[in-house]
């Protein structure tokens, strides 16, 4: 008779091939059994009837500072965090990290920092800086997920902006070591042009801001990025799109055989220009929130496969950095990284009707597939890690500051309702969230891209 370490009784399975009523058993941290009446017993056996269980996110997008800036937010807190939204591995961004990373001696520091701190499973990204070229391979030795590049300026004194020369010198070499690059796509000479002008005549307010960072500034540099990735070979993901174009643009490159994908933020499909005036800098980021014309195009993407995943560009900051008259000198980075899963749940499948299964493949299973992170992340099958997130669809509530997890608890989506609470976190099977509360001690691993 087999012996599991976890038996989840009766649940319903989300995966991106469908929604299935089955039991699950888990053993060595893994997916080992899924049929409608397992036989067997387990150390635990739970009745999850009524509950769906979802692979558990995995986040390709997030800043948590650490090493440098743990004041600003932190592996512990930060995965805290991401558990108690139902996220179970993230990709960390290579800066607002000091040092940055752009080599193997930062990579290791981080890659210490997070194995001492996250209690989720992590990948970390390099940077592809102007200087750093030679440092790339060295990077693909360590393991990163990809190399990240900023095409406007990033914020961060120590992390620069790549000239053209450097974004495609960088591409080259990236696509003979097998890696793949995403760039913060948008004109940086536009940007900041129109950021000084209004700065010098005093033009410094909400509308000011959003107005100084135009759409086709984005347009021009994701035209720009897919140019130099299709001369190169080099793989490209565009991080943040915050424009219906911006994503067409993705889209015909693919079709016509250029490796490009693209990924857009729950802030981009949830809020809109007014609701940034209405929020003030607590909702301020670049690329900015857009119309409720490009808002809704976003979700027709998203609904048609044109948009293949959502990550949450959590970029914290401290509470002193968030406020200030002028906000072009506010920090520019949201802190969301605990609502992802719950946002398309509400907003998503909820009101755009946005399939259950299709955010299975939006939030995981797609996300794995395309980072070359192992077979068993993302999904819900024999073999796989148990990854898993139970939440209970029916139970709706109104997000409040202090159920946020992350060091500085502010959100534009405090006192939003939200359907869909997250019950039960599992990552490799080990329960790290329990019914509102971190009950586990930290254990993440180094997930590394595996081959490209
Ligand atoms: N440095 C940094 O985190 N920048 C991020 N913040 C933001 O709003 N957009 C970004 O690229
Ligand atoms: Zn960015
Ligand atoms: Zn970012």
Redesign the pocket.
Known sequence: MAQYDLLLRHGTLVTAAGVSQADLAIADERIVAIASELAGSASEEIDVSGLHIFPGVIDAHV?FNEPGRTHWEGFATGTRALAAGGTTAFFDMP??STPPTLDAASFRLKQQAAQASAYVDFALWGGLVPGNLDRLEELAECGVIGLKAFMSN???DDFQAVDDMTLYEGMQRAAQLGLIVAV?AENNQITSALARRAQEQGRTGVRDYLASRPVVAELEAIERAILFAQETGCSLHIVHVSSGRGVRLVAAARARGVDVSCETCPHYLVLTEDDVEALGAVAK??PPIRSQMEQEALWQHLLSGNIPMVAS?H?PAPADMKAGSDFFQVW???SGCQSLLQLLLTEGHARHHLALPLIASITAEYVARRFHVSPQKGRIAPGCDADLVLVNLQESFSLQASDLLYRHAHSPYVGRKLSGRVLRTLVRGHTVFLNGKIVATPSGHLLKAQGR
Do not use: K, V, Y
Request: glycine letters at 22%.
């Open positions: 800043h800066l607002n990033s914020g961060i913060h980021c670049a560009d970029s520019g980075g949201i």
